[in-house]
């Protein structure tokens, strides 16, 4: 499965971090959408990962070792409703330019990067992750074992 694993912080995040915010709203909504700060995933990687049989991307904490799986409907540009993202970045909406609409966040397993290939180098996510500063790549996972 070809898609998208992207690094999160929790230096904008309110106390309980970014995952429990994006949940919060989930559980209100049903969905929640997560801002991708820096350039939009390119509309060639969006349709590929949309037109996949369980949409879904990877979300990493930078600097700790969690890791989620996010089931996903869209990708855009526009800003959504400033009610439908988490209220810590509702200020800076404006600022961001990809917004990832989540349907459901489950914590993937321990070794899922090590399953993971960056389709640009060939190399692990786990090598790619180490060595580089972009906070996001396109993969290749190779399922569950």
Excluded at 108 to 126: D, E, I, P
Aim: proline share 5%.
């Amino acid at each position: 499965m070809k898609t998208i694993a992207l690094r999160y912080g929790e230096n904008l995040a309110p106390e309980g971090g970014t995952i429990a915010a994006h949940q919060e709203v989930i559980d209100r909504l049903g969905y929640v959408w997560y801002g991708k700060f820096g350039s939009p995933v390119s509309q060639s990687v969006v349709q590929e990962v949309l037109g996949s049989e369980e949409p879904r991307i990877l979300l990493i904490q930078s600097g700790g070792q969690r890791r989620y799986w996010a089931y996903i409907e869209e990708i855009k540009r526009e800003a959504p409703p400033l009610n439908e993202i988490p209220m810590y970045y509702r200020n800076i909406a404006s600022k961001i330019r990809c917004w990832i609409k989540i349907i459901e966040i489950r914590e993937a397993a321990n070794n899922v990067v090590s399953r993971c290939t960056v389709v640009s180098s060939g190399k692990s996510l786990t090598e790619a992750s180490r060595s580089s500063m972009s906070p996001y790549f396109i993969i290749c996972y190779e399922g569950e074992r």
